[in-house]
């Protein structure tokens, strides 16, 4: 393997630019030229229209901001098997060839894993690092620690109104069948109550629990 393209997909998020410097890094340390394929799966079925793609040599990657949330690569919400061209993954196929791409490395979240899947069965290699806010593919992924921070954070920020103008704040987060988001933001935020959707929510004892914890703190 000699050049490699990568590829950002899905919501933005913190980590993408340490994403396309690691394995830019990577890359050159093991002698393969790595370069931008830009604006997720949209730029990668407009491949074979492209003249140039940057290359990240070592002047480039010094230059991304790996601790910049974002992508240099620029997003689109494309997934590949939804375009209506039936010669999608061959219009794919001579892209790459045009560009002497080897293979790809792609980050996104659950959408861009299951196009990572049919790319990769179609015989184009690929390597996927998960992204996703929700942390819903594994325990880790790029974008969690960014995401669950700032939930700690926001709700913290919240409770000085809660407690100013005696309210119950409710903060729904990201996550979406997931509670890693809620359940690690929570914890950080020291919040009273944390519902999950994997847990059955008896909302008769949240309410009294947090009807006690209230009216401890306005008494």
Do not use: W
């Not at 299951?114 to 880790?140: R, W």
């Not at 921070?149 to 809660?162: C, E, G, M, N, P």
């Amino acid at each position: 393997m000699k050049k490699i393209g990568l590829i950002t997909s899905g919501g933005d998020c913190g980590g993408l630019n340490a994403v396309i410097k690691g394995a830019a890094l990577a890359a050159e340390a093991n002698g393969v030229q790595a370069v931008v394929i830009p604006n997720g799966y949209a730029g990668l079925y407009n491949l074979i229209e492209m003249e140039g793609l940057v290359r990240l040599d070592a002047k480039r990657v010094d230059a991304v901001q790996a601790s910049v949330a974002g992508s240099e690569a620029g997003h689109s919400r494309v997934k590949i098997s939804k375009i209506s061209d039936e010669n999608r993954y061959a219009r794919i196929k001579e892209g790459l060839a045009k560009h002497c791409i080897d293979g790809l490395v792609i980050s996104g979240g659950d959408d861009t894993g299951s196009v990572i899947v049919d790319l990769s069965e179609q015989g184009i290699p690929c390597v996927h690092a998960p992204k996703t806010m929700d942390l819903d593919l594994q325990t880790y992924s790029v974008g969690g620690d960014s995401t669950v921070s700032r939930i700690a954070q926001f709700v913290r920020d919240l409770r000085t109104t809660a407690v100013t103008h005696n309210r119950v704040m409710v903060v729904e987060v990201f996550g979406r069948y997931s509670g890693h988001t809620a359940f690690r933001g929570g914890v950080g935020a020291e919040a009273d109550c944390i519902l999950l959707p994997e847990i059955p929510v008896d909302f008769k004892i949240v309410y009294e629990d947090l009807r006690d914890k209230f009216t401890r703190r306005v008494c």
